[in-house]
């Protein structure tokens, strides 16, 4: 049995996931397997499947909840939705000032540089 530490944990664990499905590139599915929830998630998801669905048909919920690892996959969602709203706003801001920081940076190395090579050059005319 769980505590709420350990579902706080995978709510943080779902966010990183979530941050990852944001940034191109990146898998969820990749922080799930660093984070050491892959197998788990693999095996809840493998859990929802006809007998699953029969046990909700028959109105069954809570033995569907426990079959399907319920506990588990919602607070993992709850943080990859949490993450999946918040964050693209922030980090196209993020990546915004990046790239511009990173540009600006850049064009004042390379003038700094030609600068240099201007002081140290000699022209006789």
């Known amino acids: 049995m ?3 530490t350990d579902y706080s944990l995978l709510f943080l664990k779902g966010m990183g996931m979530g941050a990852a499905d944001v ?8 922080i799930a397997f660093i984070t050491g929830i892959y197998e788990e998630l693999i ?6 499947d006809f007998e699953a669905l029969r046990l909700l048909l028959k109105l069954k919920p809570a033995l569907f909840w426990k079959k399907v690892n319920g506990n588990f996959l919602l607070a993992l969602f709850t943080g990859i939705l949490f993450s999946v709203f918040s964050l693209p706003r922030r980090a196209g801001r993020a990546i915004s000032l990046f790239f ?9 190395i390379d003038f700094k540089i030609r600068l240099h090579s201007l002081h140290y050059c000699s022209y006789s005319f």
């Open 100 to 108: 511009y920081s990173s540009y600006y940076g850049f064009k004042n």
């Open 43 to 48: 095996r809840s998801i493998k859990s929802v």
């Open 23 to 30: 940034v191109p590139g990146v898998s969820g599915g990749t």
């Open 2 to 4: 769980r505590k709420f």
